[in-house]
């Protein structure tokens, strides 16, 4: 655990949503679990005034800060403006005893500041400097993400860090990463992956939608366009601040299955879409460990589906434990909670056959989130009659399961006719900003609505 106090540390909660009730013959078993952590101390006091805390105070953090300073943020000049003017922010949001690299990215990864392969620790001296060493930057060459990367995870695992501390990077990029391959990015992306998190931005409109949040996917971050370079400065203070309120690193969902449950998919569905069952470690005799990185005062929630052996009406089993574990100094690992996922076979059709309030409505936006991707790609490709019928499909879940946002969104790129029937029109012109911007954030979910 992070060196602090035990009364700001969270506490976590497991509560699982689900039908345990099968009809004869039934083996399939949904549940959602919402995972909570509460009490940290970070709403209030970290996140909104970061410097009130001294060294020592909050949790051990390291963060580093990836620029692209390649020739294209020069065109308009307004793009390395409005970087060196993020980072300034993103900077000033940092706590007093957070350790700090800021790192300009083109064909090479280059330490800004502190350099020597050091990291700073945060106070006003070193964020003043910091902020004078921005001034240096200027843009020229090329892009190959992977060396940022790479470099930001050489920094971040300084033995200056210690081994509980939430480590962090951000990476804003504003073209396509044309200067390393595709393979040689993946390589990047999975030696860091579980050894810090990252949320990756877009500036302007000439990136790759599929890298950026590719890299947030693969390092359990965030991702999203900022279209106007001027709004970069307010999204990256935002993201520091969320940073800052991380209080536990390298937190895991822990799936104990009995003998003979297979399990079909793990995936957390909000706040955003993410699909979790290829990633599972091995932790012991039918237990696996799915990532869901750093955790602060925030709410999450888990689909989790499996398969059952039958069995004869009347009879019950657990189908499934689900755990949060987090590791500890002397390797071993401690259950932060936990819920139980049931299985109860009936002949009640009515009690067989309903569907849980929760799991439906995560489905729906799971396939919202797919629907919209395929939509667009078959927009891309010319495939019109495709891409209509798959927006038109996204519209009508937008607006059965209350996704406002997401609504708000498709209606950049298509006239919608009728929402509840899905009948839509693809747009003759669309901006491409609102096209890239419906692309970043189609995982983007809501939670059920109160009934």
Known sequence: ?????????????????????????????????????????????????????????????????????????????????????????????????????????THVAKEVYPGNGRLAVADPATREQAK?????????????????????????????????AVRHGILLTD?????????????????????????????????????????????LGTADIVADPAGLAADFTRMMEAAMGKEVADVSLRLWTPVGVEIQFVKQVAPTVEELTGRRTEAGPRAGDYPTGSWGDESRDYHICVRVPTADLGQEMLAARVSLVAPQADGTTQTLSQGLVRAVWTDDMAASTSINPQVAHYTGQAELAHVIQQGLDARKSGDLDGATAKLGRAVQLAAASGNADTAK????????????EGTVRLKA??????????ETRSTKTVRVKKQ
């Open 429 to 438: 012109k669309v901006a491409e900003a609102d096209e890239m911007t419906l």
């Open 1 to 105: 655990m992070a060196n602090f106090s035990k009364s700001n540390v969270p506490q976590f909660s497991v509560d699982v949503y689900q039908n345990e009730f099968l009809p004869e013959g039934g083996r399939e078993v949904n549940a959602i679990a919402t995972v909570t952590s509460t009490g940290g101390g970070t709403v209030g006091s970290a996140v909104s005034a970061p410097h009130l805390y001294s060294a020592g105070q909050g949790p051990d953090a390291a963060v580093a800060i990836m620029v692209d300073c390649s020739g294209s943020m020069d065109y308009p000049p307004t793009k390395m403006r409005g970087a060196r003017d993020a980072t300034a922010a993103a900077i000033d949001a940092l706590r007093d005893g957070v350790r700090f690299a800021v790192i300009g990215g």
């Open 175 to 219: 073209g396509r990463n044309e200067h390393e391959s595709p393979e040689d990015l993946k390589a990047a992306l999975d030696s860091c992956a579980g050894r810090f998190t990252c949320d990756a931005r877009g500036v302007g409109t000439d990136w790759e939608v599929k890298e950026v949040t590719g890299i947030a996917s693969a390092l």
């Open 409 to 420: 969104l498709l209606s950049k790129v298509v006239d919608v006719v009728d929402a509840a």
């Open 132 to 164: 004078q060493a921005l001034r240096r930057l200027s843009a020229g060459g090329g892009t190959a993400i992977g060396t940022w990367l790479r470099l930001a995870d050489r920094l971040l695992a300084s033995a200056d860090v210690a081994a509980s």
